[in-house]
């Protein structure tokens, strides 16, 4: 068993109105960032999983979010994972 | 005199006058805590409003995996009659029982004022008392109470009758097609984002939300089992 760390970021769906990134938006307007041309907000979450391997870090996280982390309806995830040995 | 069950999670804040317009209509209400499993041969279980475990992750994300809401789920596969009020709705969202899910408010503020509510469903085990049309004046107090559904769904929702709330004169969070309450397949689940709990007698500013308590009542045990076959059978021609 090796650690490792997956990183989850869950995002409301594109097709989803984001209230929260479109105040964001607004703000960075307002202080001068004129470059920004759409802001999304969505959470990052970070675990310490113990797994044989990277894969299945990976399919269990995958497993995580698909029952609790993410809400399908609503919300897409990305994960990313580090660690475990041989690398 | 139907038995009700309502359930307490850690964060439940309306579960006192939701048991007590329970008992106010004639229904026999007793609390279940969310660690008991035993629902008490309940005819009708109330998920109230509040704060399950803060809200965190997502409104009703945790509380959907509690311990009781197994036999919740159970109790509702089996045709029994579940009523979820706002963060009850967005529980009985995230445990699948209802379709869609409920988002923070377009408008992103939190939401406690009346809002305006036409009754669109009246085959169900909380809205038989109301007249198809009826608009009602109920509060809401929600900052998550915008809710969402894949445009298909949507569709399927107002082509199988199953919108039982809408909101009229206004759209206060920004809901898919006004949605202020809907019901499952079978009619038997009902998620609404209003609390008929807090208009339910005149010293209340108003009694639009009793007759969601007295609807449970009004409703015959034996009666049900058969709206509910009937109903399928009329959807399954659709």
Same mark, same amino acid.
């Given at each position: 068993?090796?650690?490792?760390?997956? *990183? @989850?970021?869950?995002?409301? =769906?594109?097709?989803? &109105?984001?209230?929260?990134?479109?105040?964001?938006?607004?703000? #960075?307007?307002?202080?001068?960032?004129?470059?920004?041309?759409?802001?999304?907000?969505?959470?990052?979450?970070?675990? *310490? @999983?113990?797994?044989?391997? =990277?894969?299945?870090? &990976?399919?269990?996280?995958?497993?995580?979010?698909?029952?609790? #982390?993410?809400?399908?309806?609503?919300?897409?995830?990305?994960?990313?994972?580090?660690?475990?040995?041989?690398? | 005199?139907?038995?009700?069950?309502?359930?307490?999670?850690?964060?439940?804040?309306?579960?006192?006058?939701?048991?007590?317009?329970?008992?106010?209509?004639?229904?026999?209400?007793?609390?279940?805590?969310?660690?008991?499993?035993?629902?008490?041969?309940?005819?009708?279980?109330?998920?109230?409003?509040?704060?399950?475990?803060?809200?965190?992750?997502?409104?009703?994300?945790?509380?959907?995996?509690?311990?009781?809401?197994?036999?919740?789920?159970?109790?509702?596969?089996?045709?029994?009659?579940?009523?979820?009020?706002?963060?009850?709705?967005?529980?009985?969202?995230?445990?699948?029982?209802?379709?869609?899910?409920?988002?923070?408010?377009?408008?992103?503020?939190?939401?406690?004022?009346?809002?305006?509510?036409?009754?669109?469903?009246?085959?169900?085990?909380?809205?038989?008392?109301?007249?198809?049309?009826?608009?009602?004046?109920?509060?809401?107090?929600?900052?998550?109470?915008?809710?969402?559904?894949?445009?298909?769904?949507?569709?399927?929702?107002?082509?199988?009758?199953?919108?039982?709330?809408?909101?009229?004169?206004?759209?206060?969070?920004?809901?898919?097609?006004?949605?202020?309450?809907?019901?499952?397949?079978?009619?038997?689940?009902?998620?609404?984002?209003?609390?008929?709990?807090?208009?339910?007698?005149?010293?209340?500013?108003?009694?639009?939300?009793?007759?969601?308590?007295?609807?449970?009542?009004?409703?015959?045990?034996?009666?049900?089992?058969?709206?509910?076959?009937?109903?399928?059978?009329?959807?399954?021609?659709?």
């Amino acid at each position: 068993m090796s650690a490792f760390r997956v *990183e @989850v970021r869950v995002m409301p =769906r594109a097709a989803l &109105l984001d209230p929260q990134g479109q105040a964001v938006e607004h703000a #960075l307007h307002a202080l001068g960032f004129g470059e920004v041309a759409r802001v999304r907000m969505g959470k990052h979450l970070v675990l *310490e @999983v113990k797994a044989a391997s =990277r894969d299945e870090a &990976l399919a269990r996280a995958r497993a995580m979010c698909d029952r609790l #982390l993410a809400n399908p309806v609503t919300e897409d995830y990305e994960l990313a994972v580090e660690g475990g040995a041989a690398r | 005199m139907k038995r009700v069950a309502v359930i307490v999670f850690p964060g439940s804040n309306c579960d006192a006058e939701t048991l007590a317009a329970a008992q106010a209509a004639g229904s026999d209400g007793y609390f279940v805590w969310h660690r008991d499993t035993d629902l008490r041969q309940a005819d009708v279980v109330i998920l109230p409003g509040g704060f399950s475990y803060g809200d965190y992750l997502r409104s009703g994300a945790i509380a959907r995996f509690s311990k009781v809401m197994g036999a919740v789920t159970e109790h509702a596969r089996a045709g029994g009659a579940v009523l979820g009020i706002c963060n009850g709705f967005q529980i009985l969202c995230e445990a699948g029982l209802l379709p869609g899910g409920l988002m923070r408010n377009a408008g992103l503020r939190f939401l406690s004022r009346p809002v305006w509510v036409r009754v669109e469903q009246t085959d169900t085990p909380f809205t038989c008392l109301y007249d198809k049309g009826e608009v009602l004046e109920v509060p809401v107090a929600h900052g998550d109470g915008r809710y969402v559904v894949e445009p298909r769904t949507a569709a399927e929702l107002e082509a199988t009758d199953r919108v039982v709330w809408r909101y009229v004169r206004d759209n206060p969070n920004g809901s898919t097609h006004e949605i202020a309450g809907v019901t499952n397949a079978s009619r038997n689940v009902v998620g609404i984002m209003p609390h008929p709990e807090r208009r339910d007698a005149p010293a209340l500013g108003g009694q639009d939300g009793a007759r969601v308590f007295h609807s449970m009542e009004a409703r015959h045990a034996t009666q049900h089992a058969v709206d509910v076959r009937a109903v399928d059978d009329r959807h399954l021609r659709v």
